[in-house]
């Protein structure tokens, strides 16, 4: 008995010491001057482990001298580039701060809106209606500075957030990086000497052609190298006392998955290119910020769904291609028949679909005096009965918490906002690519091939050690908050990744 007591006494002991260690390292923890925070677009979590063996540059690194939480998944949907970017640094869902896709649809207008465009300012985070760890950075301290960059307008707009000094991203159609007056009255001197310097035209080639093959293949990547360490100098991120953050969004392989899929040679030699890619960007800061000052985080906005006619040959059945307009189509017919509209109106009962978000014609609904609940229910229920659906989720269920029994329920509850968000919520079933285009594939499934993503903490008193326990990424934002020493409380249902941030964790 004694002894029980004894061992239980000692557990106690040794639990609180561990909490007053930890809480002592926080209060010593030092403000990095730099933190650089990586969004490999479309990067799978499992491709970490699939090429470890091969790493040679920055994923070898990481791997070796970091934190590694190998079980991490976005938890809202759509899995996509606009929601999956601004979780990343706000570590909030598209309930809370606004981003319900990369484009929905806006009854009032008859319009499509796109996630960053801007009422003012052409571009610009007006649709993000939430600050993120980078704007709290700022309003903490007004000399810290913030510079955004990616290939795509919507990873350097919703990673760089409302107060960054300045967001670039590149135009293929013109083949230059550019900026919005939201941030810049117009695109920087400096920025327009890069692209004289490196976005040249080879004689004999077709200018839009070869802006287009940028992105295309590990050019790319290196672009976005170059431009990231150009900001560095020019804005002298990380030269003193005062914590400045910088984003940065790759792109290409997204652009290679959605073409090639996953599991084919183009990936591989994508994400091989992007190892030493890394190395080279990590190697410049190590120099110019110094080691011991310098934090970095990688993570992903989504993964991406096989080739369907990879995972059939695999012997999965139920893996196949719907199209949206046959599905709309038929969708749109069976509601017909329930309730007929006037043959002369050339109404439609679907207004949109972008997924998961079905927008209906609530205007006619109430021109026939129908029940708007009843509708719902009624149209849920033959959306559901369609064989590339698994579930539904009506605007009114959302609103009342009245969930399905089903582990994606809550995902779909995280990424309801009812100004913004379709009538009728869509869950696809696994495998199954709902999409017009007829090859390559895509992602926007509470699936984990399209959640699951890497997430990787590295710097000074950063654990080494794969963590295999479940994370978010909604739990990077406040958790890159305590390194910094900004106050960030994690959202509902997310924490701070509290054994990631000693070195002695067990």
Known sequence: MKKTCFNALSGIAAGLLGLFLAAHARAERVPPRLLLVISVDQMRGD????????FKGGFKRLLEEGAWFSDAHHAHVPTETAPGHAVIMSG????????????????????????IEDSIFWKGPENFLRYNLADALKAKNGKSKVVAVSLKDRGAILMGGKKADLALWYEKSGGKFRTSSYYAPKTPEWVEKFNAQFLKVPSGQNAKDYFQSLILDPTGDQLLVDLAQKAVKEYALGSDADTDILTVSFSVMDYVGHSFGPDGPEMKKEILALDLKLAELLSFLEKRVGKERLYLALTSDHGVLPLVEEL????????????????????????QKRWPLPEDSKEKWILSLDMPNLYLNRVMAGKLNLDWSAFLTETAALAKSQ??????????????????????????????????????????????????????TGHGSPYPYDTHVPLLLWGPGIANKIFKDHALVADLAPTLGVLLGVNYPPTKGSRVLEEALSPAAP
């Open 47 to 54: 491709y970490l482990e699939r090429f470890r063996g091969e």
């Open 92 to 115: 909030r869902y598209p309930s809370q701060m606004g981003i319900v896709g990369n484009k929905w649809f806006n009854p009032s207008t008859g319009e499509i809106t796109e996630n």
């Open 312 to 335: 059939q040959k695999q012997g999965i059945p139920d893996a196949r291609r719907v199209g949206v307009m046959e599905f709309v189509d038929v969708l749109e017919a069976e509601m």
């Open 387 to 440: 064989p590339a659906i698994e579930e539904t989720y009506s605007s009114i269920d959302l609103l009342l918490g009245r969930l399905p029994g089903n582990p994606y329920a809550a995902a779909y509850a995280r990424s309801f906002l009812p100004s913004v968000s379709g009538d009728i919520l869509l869950q696809p079933k696994q495998y199954v690519y709902l999409s017009d285009y007829p090859k390559g």
